[in-house]
Nanobody, 114 residues
Framework: QVHLVESGGGLVQAGGSLRLSCAAS????????MGWYRRAPGKQRELVAV???????NYADSVKGRFTISRDNAKNTVYLQMNSLTPEDTAVYYC????????WGQGTQVTVSS
């Protein structure tokens, strides 16, 4: 059974940083597409950053240069380093494997105050 457990969310001031973690079990982060999505209040869920199964990364235009997705294969964990946060980054962030029809974590709240 696959489980994705996010952690690291919280309240931060604009300009600050957070690092989200996604601990995976039942699936290998090394060999599967892994990504981070977010859903802001009143908005649709959107892709933030993703590792393809081939190891390529892709980012939403709004986070390029500020967010970095990485993974630790030994810990079977995916990270999202978020720098220069703005109030527009406020959302629930979800870890995902294998896209829309794949597996989802429970989400972690990120709130950026102005």
């Amino acid at each position: 059974q696959v489980h994705l457990v996010e952690s690291g969310g919280g309240l931060v001031q604009a300009g600050g940083s957070l690092r989200l973690s996604c601990a995976a079990s039942g699936i290998s982060v090394s060999f599967n597409a892994m990504g981070w999505y977010r859903r802001a209040p009143g908005k649709q869920r959107e892709l933030v950053a993703v590792f393809s199964s081939g190891g390529y990364t892709n980012y939403a235009d709004s986070v390029k240069g500020r967010f970095t997705i990485s993974r630790d294969n030994a810990k079977n964990t995916v990270y999202l380093q978020m720098n220069s946060l703005t109030p527009e980054d406020t959302a629930v962030y979800y870890c995902n494997s294998k896209g829309d029809n794949g597996y989802w974590g429970q989400g972690t709240q990120v709130t950026v105050s102005s």
